[in-house]
């Protein structure tokens, strides 16, 4: 079990982009934050993609991205799993996620994170710190430039 989670950048939006879009890509930003391409033509949605790559100096417009580890994840959970239904509900949202499904975080669940990390803390084992320290940095992140969390 692995979870993935990132915050996409800003670069469209505020003007930090190495190289502007072609008109013809319809580029837009999608609800999860990540740059878009609404063409249908094939040729336009490949040159996008490369583009889409090294459009900014944020490989595939991603800002910051951790994958949290099944250790990482075990950690939090230990000494028992069925721990899972007493943690924080925006922590257990985001550790009961499936591997498969995909979740995001807009501004007033990453507020509620934070506090929820912020009363963790002091009961959480040590080996727990590196998974807190890492929501807690993307979930700033993510309130920092306006786009949600997304697993």
Not at 98 to 125: G, M
Request: hydrophobic content about 40%.
């Amino acid at each position: 079990m692995g979870i993935d989670a990132l915050v996409f950048c800003d670069c469209l939006e505020k003007g930090g982009l190495r190289k502007e879009p072609k008109p013809e890509w319809q580029v837009y930003v999608q609800e999860d934050g990540c740059r878009e391409s609404a063409s249908s033509e094939l040729r336009h949605q490949a040159a996008f993609g490369h583009w889409h790559e090294t459009a900014c100096p944020h490989d595939y417009g991603i800002l910051m991205h951790r994958r949290f580890n099944s250790a990482s994840v075990a950690a939090l959970l230990l000494p028992c799993p069925e721990n899972l239904h007493v943690l924080p509900p925006v922590l257990r949202r985001i550790l009961s996620l499936p591997t498969a499904q995909s979740d995001r975080l807009d501004a007033p669940a990453l507020h509620r994170l934070l506090e929820e990390l912020s009363q963790i803390r002091n009961t959480a084992p040590p080996a727990c710190h590196p998974l807190l320290d890492d929501l807690q940095a993307l979930a700033a992140a993510a309130l920092r430039i306006g786009k949600p969390l997304v697993f």
